[in-house]
């Protein structure tokens, strides 16, 4: 039996998609063979790997100009490549502080130069977006770092600064999940096992001209431009994740869309929003406009209730609902895959518990 898969990350993905994997999954279009044993250079995985392309760009309408990129080592890796990759000599990188990922993003970078960050709610233990308005940004930095939703403290941005340099973000937990205009971005990353499909490979988009800053010491398989001229297929790919990522983008156009996707989101949390602020039961420390609509965080009256909550949800289908271990409470993880109905579960249950523990 399918549960309500709460997580977040590898999270749930589409019951129709995962079902759709499992007919082919040991005789692919009547290879006699899983996709996953078959070669990365021949006519079936060409074909795969092409649409999974083809649906990324057609469903967050990318022109030309950006190349569409499968890599693997999860964002993570990303964390260390851009740096490695887009770090201009004599001028600093510079970082938006939202979370615990962009404190790790940073870490990174610091390996590499010079890094100044421009804003931080560290403060405030990372309760919302700093207001873009008053960042002071450098017009001869490297670039500017963002991390568009922070998937432990639920924050997410609803707008995104207006910069002269690169603006580069780390989507991995709300890529596609919304309409984004591409065009804004230099670069865009994320690890597909929140949204898009399994762990094992992070989708880069950038800006093909971006990468003739790299240097020239830089090892083949950490230099965007390997992946770009190979078309992602200098070395063997991991092709089990670009196939299922290829399947629930077929999925999401099915679905009709990012819009179409992002109007369930958006009704989906609301939704489990309203809930929370109805009592004084559930509090959301999170600052109201800048609350997340992937990761949905929030707290009861003490611990021990918190940990009741988590076992009881469970037993009615509903798992993957504890906080991060760092910082503790509920967190419900809403990603595309995600239905409506398994919200409104959760919204009856959030009820029921209420009830029961108040
Ligand atoms: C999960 C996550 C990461 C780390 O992803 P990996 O693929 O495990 O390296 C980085 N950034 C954000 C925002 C995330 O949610």
């Not at 490549?81 to 990188?93: E, F």
């Not at 002269?164 to 865009?188: E, N, T």
């Not at 200098?234 to 092709?239: A, D, F, L, Q, R």
């Not at 009709?256 to 309203?274: F, P, V």
């Amino acid at each position: 039996m399918r549960v309500f898969n709460f997580s977040a990350g590898p999270a749930m993905l589409p019951t129709e998609v995962m079902e759709h994997a499992a007919r082919e999954f040991s005789d692919y279009h009547k290879t006699g063979c899983g996709i996953m044993e078959l070669t990365h250079r021949g006519g079936e995985f060409t074909e795969v790997i092409e649409a999974a392309e083809k649906n990324i760009r057609t469903l967050m309408g990318i022109g030309d100009e950006h190349a569409v990129l499968f890599i693997q080592g999860g964002a993570s890796l990303q964390f260390a490549m851009i740096p490695m990759n887009l770090h201009v000599p004599g001028t600093a990188m510079e970082y938006a502080d939202t979370g615990a990922w962009s404190s790790a993003a940073i870490k990174e970078a610091k390996l590499f130069g010079d890094v100044k960050v421009v804003c931080s709610s560290k403060d405030t233990n990372y309760n919302k977006i700093p207001d873009i308005r008053h960042w002071k940004l450098d017009p001869k930095a490297s670039y500017l770092h963002i991390t568009s939703n922070n998937t432990i403290f639920g924050t997410q941005y609803h707008s995104f600064p207006e910069t002269k340099i690169p603006l580069l973000a780390d989507m991995s937990s709300d890529f596609m999940s919304r309409v984004v205009d591409v065009g804004q971005f230099d670069l865009i990353y994320a690890g597909a096992q929140k949204n898009i499909g399994p762990s094992g490979v992070a989708v880069v988009i950038i800006k093909k001209e971006l990468v003739k800053r790299t240097p020239a010491n830089t090892p083949t398989m950490l230099k965007y431009a390997t992946y770009i001229d190979n078309k992602s297929l200098y070395n063997t790919p991991p092709t089990f994740a670009i196939y299922m990522i290829r399947l629930v983008t077929d999925w999401m156009i099915k679905k009709g869309g990012l819009a179409a996707i992002e109007k369930i989101n958006d009704t989906k949390s609301e939704a489990l929003y309203e809930t929370i602020e109805e009592g004084d039961f559930y509090k959301n420390p999170v600052e109201p406009a800048s609350r997340s609509k992937m990761n949905v965080v929030f707290r009861l009256p003490t611990e021990v209730l918190e940990e009741k909550f988590v076992k009881e949800a469970k037993a009615k289908g509903l798992i993957g609902l504890k906080g991060h271990r760092s910082v503790g409470g509920i967190r419900a993880s809403i990603y595309n895959a995600m239905p409506l109905e398994g919200v409104e579960k959760l919204i009856d249950f959030m009820n029921e518990f209420e009830k029961n523990n108040s």
